[in-house]
């Protein structure tokens, strides 16, 4: 159902686009959104986007503003997150979901395999 990918090993001040891909058929109606876990910690909200319907908005934490930006293409049931200027703190794996999450497949609580970005020099 969801399937991300684009992480990979940048230096400090660098920069990584993520993509996901949602196979599921509520992704034109759906609040989509990226979710980091670091290392050893609880997974938490980086961005969110509305539906287009209600005109792809986005959000941010605070701790990204300015420097990330998440998008969606319709047509190809994707959503995106441009990082930029990384940090060490921006370390870990990156999932995305709908918003709020989990998406349920099967009646059961469901997360894609997410893609590991790791800020290092």
């Known amino acids: 159902q969801l399937v991300e990918s684009g992480g990979g090993v940048v230096q400090p001040g660098g920069s990584l686009n993520l993509s996901c891909l949602h196979s599921?058929?509520?992704?034109?109606?759906?609040?989509m959104a990226w979710y980091h876990q670091a290392p050893g910690k609880q997974r938490e909200l980086v961005a969110t986007?509305?539906?287009?319907?209600?005109?792809?908005?986005?959000n941010y934490a605070d701790s990204v503003k300015g420097r990330f930006t998440i998008s969606r293409d319709n047509t190809k049931n994707t959503v995106s997150l441009q990082m930029s200027s990384l940090t060490a703190e921006n370390t870990g794996v990156y999932f995305c979901?709908?918003?709020?999450?989990?998406?349920?497949?099967?009646?059961?609580?469901?997360w894609g395999q997410g893609t590991q970005v790791t800020v290092s020099s």
């Open positions: 979901n709908i918003d709020p999450p989990p998406i349920t497949v099967g009646g059961k609580d469901y």
């Open positions: 599921g058929g509520i992704f034109r109606v759906a609040h």
């Open positions: 986007i509305t539906p287009p319907g209600l005109g792809s908005v986005a």
